[in-house]
T-cell receptor
Framework: EADIYQTPRYLVIGTGKKITLECSQTMGHDKMYWYQQDPGMELHLIHYSYGVNSTEKGDLSSESTVSRIRTEHFPLTLESARPSHTSQYLC????????????FGPGTRLTVL | SQQGEEDPQALSIQEGENATMNCSYKTSINNLQWYRQNSGRGLVHLILIRSNEREKHSGRLRVTLDTSKKSSSLLITASRAADTASYFCATYETSGSRLTFGEGTQLTVNP
């Protein structure tokens, strides 16, 4: 079982609210990732980080933002949630520069009403 | 578009049968990995095969890689109901710095 944690596991909120999805790992991994995934569908990379103070946008455009102030922590923030943001958000980390084998958290299921 | 395309999109078999899933990709790779995802959960790494390897085994899993055809297959032998999950291939390109995931195959094993 990988030591990567996501909170909350489930979140139901109203439109317009600001939310932060937490992701933490205790493995000392440099690389961290956020994916968006609808049920039964493919993963879409929305943000990634290769270390402290390094963040990049992924392949899928997202209105969310991320920060990486500490190695172990990679939170994702939505300033104003909308129903179109309803999805599952998966956080992952990786230590290997030669294989990029990724370890995933359990995910946060977000529903915006 | 995704680097990895998986085939079939969905597969339904009976317990005890073998399940085969295929993955095709477009560019040169350093390695290819297979992951499993149970419904509503995160992905779990299953097995990695490097570009200079042709076949690899892990328990009931067998992975093959054909770099000339840019394809890989995952075979699960003697399937169990607990194998029901989505399976994703992911490629690490030679010129890249991170994994690219395929679209996944949904496997259902009926008891």
């Amino acid at each position: 079982e990988a030591d990567i944690y996501q909170t909350p596991r489930y979140l139901v909120i109203g439109t317009g609210k600001k939310i932060t999805l937490e992701c933490s790992q205790t493995m000392g991994h440099d690389k961290m990732y956020w994916y968006q995934q609808d049920p039964g569908m493919e993963l879409h990379l929305i943000h990634y980080s290769y270390g402290v103070n390094s963040t990049e946008k992924g392949d899928l455009s997202s209105e969310s933002t991320v920060s990486r102030i500490r190695t172990e922590h990679f939170p994702l923030t939505l300033e104003s949630a909308r129903p179109s943001h309803t999805s599952q958000y998966l956080c992952a980390s990786s230590y290997s520069r030669s294989t990029d084998t990724q370890y995933f958290g359990p995910g946060t299921r977000l529903t915006v009403l | 578009s995704q680097q990895g395309e998986e085939d079939p999109q969905a597969l339904s078999i009976q317990e005890g049968e073998n399940a085969t899933m295929n993955c095709s990709y477009k560019t040169s790779i350093n390695n290819l990995q297979w992951y499993r995802q149970n419904s509503g959960r995160g992905l779990v790494h299953l097995i990695l095969i490097r570009s200079n390897e042709r076949e690899k085994h892990s328990g009931r899993l067998r992975v093959t890689l054909d770099t000339s055809k840019k394809s890989s297959s995952l075979l699960i032998t003697a399937s169990r109901a607990a194998d029901t999950a989505s399976y994703f291939c992911a490629t690490y390109e030679t010129s890249g710095s991170r994994l690219t995931f395929g679209e996944g195959t949904q496997l259902t094993v009926n008891p």
